[in-house]
């Protein structure tokens, strides 16, 4: 992106009045703060792909596969908290990116997703590469627009570019997520060389013009009922339960609004991996962490029991967990800045609309009574203490260390990416708190595996060196990402498990079915990392021991892609995991 002042309509942008649609698209998204486009090939597509690439305010990534695309765009939007958009011509090209477009819509991140299409002539009459694109994600997207066929009356324009703003505006505010903008074009699609302009440079210019902010996500304020806050706050003995949280106003912010209400309720922090806390544990004495573990011995459990639960986000991964509160009578209360239900148990509960910094600020300093929030501070350094003399120990390789390590040697700062399945599992198990401060992403809105390594790949790009930590099957399922390698400016090191199928499966009771379980449910891949790496120009590296682990996550390449292979026994992973939760 250079030329931040320049504008992009030269005589071939304004050539026919497809290219005139697909330039002032263009450059009203870049006024309105939109920064990437990620563009698939394709022909329907061309006046809004030549628009991107040759408006100098935007940078326009080109990405083979639609669904690779569509994750790497989330990814760089899960980052930035701004609106990336996408571009992609007819037809199934357009179903490919439902995956990332239902991430995007549960994860509350926002996304532009600009479809070509033909026009309503060639519709509904077996014409080439024509599907029904009409509303095709449904309710995953926020707002849908079937824009008009292009025209260069003033009139026309005027809608093109104020249905732009709303449609900027309903991705990112209130509750932030993908809009779909559908764009019909007849022929010619190709700009015209010598062509008349259909209409004068500055009169396009000023058809760009908008008179609004540009893209940032701005914070939903408050609604809380004075009531609730006083029953909230009339609890001595409750917890802050803290799930997948990518909060708007900054990781240290939002880590510094939960110490305060944890400070001010007296109450104890039970934190996921998936959010700033773990990260920051200096703000907040009473973060705990390893609840998984020691919330499984019953006469902990019930000596734990709150009568008051505030819910940051959704719930954490744990099952151990969610059990715990499902059996509670803890009376419940659901801190969201979405509108969105985030209680699986169905509590008796209060929705609380709104961040958790203004709640912070709104709630006064309660009796607290020390002894509790002590108690849950001592179960903590007891199962830290007990881990890490255990891991200590361990010079096997066992993918729950691998959780732990990262969390001591990454460098400040790292974006760290973790994939579904057992890889987010092991770093709730075992992801120490501390102050390294490095970002943590994750695709838990649907839960799927789909599109690890694209959105890794976004989370990436033009950001600092950054870190994807998953398995070899949800590594294996987006391998056709490494063809976007190419395109990333920036790094990423991939943490790759290598246990020859799907761990998680060996946790559950379909593992006992020797005859079908393998084949149908731990499906081991025959592929060899290091050959597939080098088919696509990646670096490799496999680590045999520890100590070449910690060398290679210490620290990071500024540039390109590499993968950190990890071997590790699946049924030996499942009986060392074991015996760490029992010794807690």
């Given at each position: 992106m250079t030329d931040q002042n320049s504008s992009s309509f030269d005589a071939l942008a304004r050539s026919n009045v497809n290219s005139v649609w697909g330039a002032l698209t263009m450059e009203v998204l870049a006024r309105l703060g939109v920064e990437t486009v990620v563009v698939s090939p394709g022909s329907r597509s061309t006046p809004l792909t030549i628009a991107a690439a040759r408006n100098h305010k935007l940078e326009a990534v080109s990405i083979l596969d639609e669904r690779s695309a569509g994750f790497f765009a989330l990814g760089l939007a899960k980052r930035t908290r701004k609106p990336v958009a996408l571009v992609c011509t007819s037809g199934s090209a357009v179903v490919n990116y439902h995956p990332a477009v239902l991430?995007?819509?549960?994860?509350?991140?926002?996304?532009?997703?600009?479809?070509?299409?033909?026009?309503?002539?060639?519709?509904?009459?077996?014409?080439?590469?024509?599907?029904?694109?009409?509303?095709?994600?449904?309710?995953?997207?926020?707002?849908?627009?079937?824009?008009?066929?292009?025209?260069?009356?003033?009139?026309?324009?005027?809608?093109?570019?104020?249905?732009?703003?709303?449609?900027?505006?309903?991705?990112?505010?209130?509750?932030?997520?993908?809009?779909?903008?559908?764009?019909?074009?007849?022929?010619?699609?190709?700009?015209?060389?010598?062509?008349?302009?259909?209409?004068?440079?500055?009169?396009?210019?000023?058809?760009?013009?908008?008179?609004?902010?540009?893209?940032?996500?701005?914070?939903?304020?408050?609604?809380?009922?004075?009531?609730?806050?006083?029953?909230?706050?009339?609890?001595?003995?409750?917890?802050?339960?803290?799930?997948?949280?990518?909060?708007?106003?900054?990781?240290?912010?939002?880590?510094?609004?939960?110490?305060?209400?944890?400070?001010?309720?007296g109450w104890p922090v039970l934190s996921d991996v998936l959010n700033p806390l773990r990260g920051h544990a200096g703000q907040n004495q009473s973060l705990i962490c390893h609840y998984d573990a020691f919330l499984r011995n019953p006469a902990t459990a019930e000596g734990c029991e709150p009568t008051a639960v505030l819910q940051i986000g959704p719930l954490p991964t744990s099952k151990v967990l969610r059990a715990w509160l499902a059996g509670s009578e803890a009376v419940?209360?659901?801190?969201?800045?979405?509108?969105?239900?985030?209680?699986?148990?169905?509590?008796?509960?209060?929705?609380?609309?709104?961040?958790?910094?203004?709640?912070?600020?709104?709630?006064?300093?309660q009796s607290v009574d020390p002894d509790w929030i002590q108690s849950w501070v001592r179960l903590e350094h007891q199962a830290v203490a007990t881990l890490d003399a255990?891991?200590?120990?361990?010079?096997?390789?066992?993918?729950?260390?691998?959780?732990?390590?990262?969390?001591?040697?990454?460098?400040?700062?790292?974006?760290?990416?973790?994939?579904?399945?057992?890889?987010?599992?092991?770093?709730?198990?075992?992801?120490?708190?501390?102050?390294?401060?490095?970002?943590?992403?994750?695709?838990?809105?649907?839960?799927?595996?789909?599109?690890?390594?694209?959105?890794?790949?976004?989370?990436?790009?033009?950001?600092?060196?950054?870190?994807?930590?998953?398995?070899?099957?949800?590594?294996?399922?987006?391998?056709?990402?490494?063809?976007?390698?190419?395109?990333?400016?920036?790094?990423?090191?991939?943490?790759?498990?290598?246990?020859?199928?799907?761990?998680?499966?060996?946790?559950?009771?379909?593992?006992?079915?020797?005859?079908?379980?393998?084949?149908?449910?731990?499906?081991?891949?025959?592929?060899?990392i290091d050959q597939l790496c080098a088919a696509h120009g990646v670096a490799h590296q496999r680590v045999a021991d520890w100590e070449g682990f910690i060398a290679a996550i210490s620290s990071l390449p500024e540039q390109g892609v590499r993968v950190i292979e990890v071997p590790t026994d699946r049924k030996a992973d499942v009986t060392t995991l074991r015996a760490l939760i029992e010794s807690v």
């Open positions: 991430e995007a819509s549960m994860s509350g991140t926002p996304l532009l997703v600009l479809t070509a299409d033909r026009p309503a002539e060639l519709r509904d009459c077996s014409s080439g590469q024509t599907i029904d694109q009409m509303k095709i994600f449904g309710d995953s997207v926020r707002a849908f627009y079937e824009m008009a066929l292009p025209e260069s009356s003033p009139a026309l324009l005027a809608y093109l570019r104020q249905t732009l703003v709303h449609a900027v505006d309903r991705s990112l505010n209130g509750n932030a997520g993908p809009v779909h903008l559908n764009f019909p074009f007849r022929d010619p699609l190709l700009p015209e060389v010598n062509a008349v302009p259909v209409i004068e440079a500055t009169a396009l210019e000023a058809e760009a013009t908008v008179s609004t902010r540009p893209c940032e996500m701005v914070g939903c304020g408050a609604n809380f009922d004075t009531v609730a806050l006083e029953r909230l706050a009339s609890h001595r003995q409750g917890v802050i339960v803290v799930g997948a949280v990518n909060p708007r106003d900054g990781d240290e912010s939002f880590a510094d609004a939960v110490a305060m209400l944890s400070h001010k309720l419940a209360f659901l801190l969201s800045d979405r509108p969105i239900n985030t209680d699986p148990l169905h509590r008796v509960a209060t929705p609380l609309h709104g961040e958790a910094h203004v709640l912070a600020e709104l709630l006064a300093h255990k891991f200590e120990a361990t010079d096997a390789l066992f993918e729950g260390k691998v959780s732990w390590l990262l969390s001591q040697h990454l460098p400040v700062g790292t974006p760290t990416f973790i994939a579904s399945s057992m890889s987010v599992r092991y770093a709730e198990f075992f992801w120490n708190a501390g102050s390294r401060a490095c970002p943590i992403f994750c695709n838990r809105g649907a839960n799927g595996i789909d599109g690890t390594l694209g959105t890794a790949l976004g989370v990436a790009h033009r950001g600092s060196p950054a870190v994807l930590l998953s398995g070899d099957l949800a590594f294996l399922h987006d391998s056709n990402a490494l063809l976007a390698a190419g395109e990333l400016k920036g790094s990423l090191t991939v943490v790759l498990i290598n246990n020859n199928g799907g761990g998680i499966f060996e946790h559950l009771p379909v593992a006992a079915m020797d005859a079908d379980f393998e084949q149908y449910f731990a499906t081991p891949q025959r592929v060899q």
